[in-house]
């Protein structure tokens, strides 16, 4: 099947699929959480394949049931009303953990400093930031909320992709991680998560951010913008340094659970925060 196709197949069937995911607000969003502890697992054994390429790395079991804890625990958080500073020591725990095994279990440590830090960034990566994705389900208005971060994510990340096929080919190759990207590419990106901001502030919901509600949508979307562009070249860093084309092959048209949610990834931390201090959304409690 051609790549297009595959990519047009997974746009116009995955994002109603999450979106679908995202409705249900039972047990908030328990379904969603679901699918986050799943990718934060999957991307965990993806990172920790990649890194032993090029060096030693802890038992993926270790990394994986560590990685998976902080978006569990946050979960909890959420569903009995606590306080998240749980799942910072959470990290801290996971951290010191990784610490200890490596004291306790080794008598030669050659590869230690290596081992260490890949486990600590593999836990942080595909554990602590996907919490950022689970924070949003205790916002008021949180269908909207979650809603809003994913279509800025794909539709940025498709626009550049449509905008890089059609206006890219005299323009690529500015950014060596990955020569494939155009300046045409980021400009559409850019040009999509705005359109998208603009029309679901004036067609689905209006008073949600208040009565500069436009201007605080742009913003947004050009901050998620420019995160997700971040993570998406950052992931090719880590591919190319590992020398892997791709992450995995469970998505068709994408590859892994990595080449999938590298940019929401990196955005989440920044549209929460952004959501939570600087736009003064309210949670609920």
Not at 19 to 26: D, R, S, T
Not at 52 to 63: E, H, L, N, Q
Not at 105 to 111: I, Q, T
Request: proline share 3%; net charge positive; glycine share 6%.
């Amino acid at each position: 099947m051609p790549k297009v196709l595959q990519r047009l197949l997974v746009f116009f069937i995955g994002i109603p699929v999450v979106i679908a995911i995202i409705l249900p607000k039972f047990c908030y969003h328990l379904p969603l959480h679901l699918l986050i502890i799943s990718f934060s697992f999957l991307a965990s054994l993806e990172l920790s394949n990649m890194l032993s390429k090029k060096g030693k790395t802890f038992p993926k079991a270790i990394t994986t049931v560590l990685s998976i804890s902080l978006p569990v625990v946050t979960y909890l958080c959420i569903y009995f009303k606590l306080d998240y500073v749980l799942v910072e020591l959470t990290l801290a725990f996971d951290v010191l953990l990784i610490f200890a095994i490596e004291i306790f279990a080794n008598k030669e440590f050659s590869d230690s400093n290596t081992k260490i830090a890949n486990a600590i960034f593999t836990i942080v990566y595909s554990g602590f930031l996907p919490t950022f994705i689970s924070r949003l389900t205790r916002f008021n208005h949180s269908v909207e909320v979650i809603c809003l971060f994913v279509m800025l994510v794909f539709i940025s990340d498709s626009a550049a992709w449509f905008f890089g096929m059609l206006f890219g080919k005299n323009n690529r190759g500015i950014v060596a991680a990955s020569p494939n990207k155009s300046i045409a590419g980021f400009i559409g990106a850019f040009i999509g998560s705005i359109l998208i901001a603009v029309l679901l502030k004036f067609v689905f919901w209006k008073d949600i951010f208040g009565s500069n509600g436009l201007v605080r949508l742009i913003i947004l979307a050009i901050c998620v913008t420019i995160t997700s562009i971040i993570g998406d070249l950052a992931e090719s860093v880590f591919k190319r340094s590992s020398e892997c084309k791709d992450s995995g092959n469970i998505i068709l048209g994408r590859g892994g659970a990595l080449d999938s949610i590298d940019s929401i990834l990196a955005s989440a931390p920044f549209y929460y925060i952004i959501l939570k201090y600087i736009f003064d959304l309210t949670e609920k409690f």
